[in-house]
């Protein structure tokens, strides 16, 4: 394997919600210039690349997940020449830079969809997913939008329903036009010129729909990961809706875009019920995707043998494919509040950082986590998302991982904006911040940042083979191998103090990691409650 070429596996994305991460116009919203002006900071962490959740020109009925121009900086967050500086400085400090493309719909304010609601004879009346209504005037078929209530909202001047799978405001592409699919593909080689490294991919499996437009199924009792009981889109099995076998035709498509291009990579977001069983097929070597992400660990179960099931059930479907990892993205609660005791704990937030970054495959950390940031519980009133604001109270969204990113401990708004920013910045995310970790070497980041560097020394933790051993809970075990060296981590997930014997009778050495105070003697590994240790095995 070439590792320069392929700088993709094993890599630490750092990902950034460009809204919340730091305001230099004092607006109340983070900017690229913003970005600009933290590069240092990102580039101390030790991250190989920064994904960045969409700058586009958006209504932002959806916070940018709704684009109007796909070739456009909304003005909210700069201008082209902030991003060509975003991105210089980023490589000036060895930092790949990766965009979210969000291709499976547009804003409904996009002149493709103007243009396309105008009539049902006009250059795009083909670009969405219009179909006519059933003889009684419902909906064409059963389908639901994710953000609640039917998947169709109707037009009046077309006398038609239109597609969409989140807001009403987001209409979805009709990607068995080809004209559409090399428009979009246009798009994504404006960004290739602009010198990107990748795109992480928003909602891969739901590009096409099925074109007989066929009912989903009834789902059995029960919820999909990541997806609360009170939302009806449960309650379906969405075969017809998403995960199309035509998606990978696209695939290939823009894989071979991509590979026109030297060292460019590409991560998808697999949320489909079934992601781990289809993996393979999107991550098909040298075809399609590079990696691809999915939400087994982005879901409530915290536990030694779901970590251990879902890392060897993606290792066995997965073939020649790679995975990509999250603990934590701008989508869910973040991870240590989701499987912690909901505060702040420096010991379980270091111990997360160090198991998500062992696991095999590359790994997205997301703003905030190299910081143990605990989800911000956030009141009604100041609300902006309206997937919460829709399913209130049962469900309260996704604006508790959003708050902005705390930089100063003693100035208002944590040094975020100099105005009252977008979402409020909880209190106990003061102590938190950034400058006031920085004075503390045990602290979350610059425990991250020790081990990193640490780890990049480690080939076996970037690359390496990985085998679990049969250890009781709450350990974790397994090895990973690269190149005939073995390091052995082993991982302790609750507060209590454990000893674990190795059965090796080969050369053991404890490998000394930051943060951590393992032992070992007589292959007796001790480790201290909330703890990861690391073996080299001779």
């Known amino acids: 394997m070439d590792t320069t070429k392929e700088w993709w596996r094993g ?3 750092y990902q950034i919600y460009p809204r919340s991460f730091y305001d230099t116009n004092n607006d109340g919203v983070g900017d690229l210039r913003g970005i600009s002006e933290k590069m240092d900071y990102i580039a101390q962490l030790g991250v190989d690349a920064i994904w960045i959740s969409p700058f586009f020109k958006s209504p932002m009925k959806d916070f940018g997940y709704d684009v109007s121009d796909y070739e456009a900086v909304d003005p909210l967050f700069g201008t082209m020449d902030d991003f060509d500086v975003m991105i210089k400085a980023a490589h000036d400090r060895g930092v790949k830079v990766m965009i979210d493309q969000v291709i499976s719909h547009t804003s409904d304010q996009h002149s493709w969809f103007k243009e396309s609601r105008r009539s049902r004879d006009n250059a795009k009346a ?9 003889p009684d005037g419902t909906a064409p078929n059963n389908w639901l939008s994710y953000f609640g209530g039917p998947a169709w909202q109707w037009d009046s001047k077309r006398q038609q329903y239109y597609m969409h799978n989140f807001l009403a405001s987001q209409p979805d592409v009709n990607f068995h036009n080809a004209e ?5 593909l246009d798009s994504v080689e404006f960004w290739l010129k602009k010198g990107v490294d990748g795109f992480r991919l928003d909602t891969v499996d739901m590009y096409y729909c099925d074109k007989e437009l066929r009912s989903n199924p009834a789902r059995p009792p029960g919820v999909i990961d990541g997806i609360p009981e009170s939302n009806p889109y449960s309650r379906q099995q969405h075969i017809y809706d998403r995960s199309r076998p035509e998606n990978l035709s696209f695939l290939e498509d823009f894989r071979a875009l991509t590979d026109r291009y030297p060292g460019i990579t590409t991560v998808g977001e697999l949320g489909a019920e079934n992601a781990l069983d289809i993996i393979a097929d999107y991550t098909k070597k040298d075809k399609r995707l590079h990696m691809s ?17 879902t890392l060897e059930y993606m290792e066995a479907h997965i073939k020649d494919g790679w995975p990509c990892w999250a603990f934590s993205n701008h989508d869910i609660v973040r991870v240590v509040s989701r499987w912690g005791s909901g505060q702040h704990n420096d010991r379980f937030a270091r111990m997360l950082i160090a198991l998500m970054t062992s696991l095999r495959g590359s790994f997205c950390m997301y703003q905030g986590e190299e910081l143990g940031l605990t989800e911000a519980d ?6 902006q998302d309206p997937y919460g604001i829709e399913f209130w109270p049962e469900f309260k969204g996704r604006d508790g991982c959003r ?3 705390p930089w100063q401990s003693g100035k208002s708004h944590a040094g975020f904006s100099q105005n009252e920013p977008w979402l409020p910045v909880p209190v106990e995310h003061m102590k938190l911040a950034v400058d006031a970790q920085e004075k503390d070497k045990e602290s979350v980041l610059c425990f991250t940042r020790a081990f990193l560097a640490w780890r990049k020394t480690q080939a076996p933790l970037q690359w390496g083979d990985i085998k679990f051993l049969d250890v009781p809970e709450p350990l974790l075990v397994f090895t990973r191998t690269w190149e005939g060296k073995t390091l052995l981590a082993a991982f302790n997930l609750r507060l209590k103090d454990l000893t674990y014997k190795i059965p090796q009778s080969s050369k053991l050495t404890l490998l000394p990691v930051e943060g951590f105070a393992c032992s070992l003697a007589d292959n007796m590994l001790q480790l201290p409650g909330y703890s990861a240790c690391f073996v080299n095995i001779e």
């Open 293 to 309: 992400y999915t939400f087994p660990l982005l879901g409530d179960k915290f536990s030694a043998a779901h970590v251990r099931q």
């Open 126 to 134: 083909d670009w969405y997913v219009w179909a006519d209504p059933k």
């Open 180 to 184: 559409v699919r090399q428009a979009l």
């Open 403 to 405: 708050t902005p990113m």
């Open 11 to 13: 890599a630490v994305i």
């Open 378 to 383: 956030i009141p009604y009133e100041k609300l």
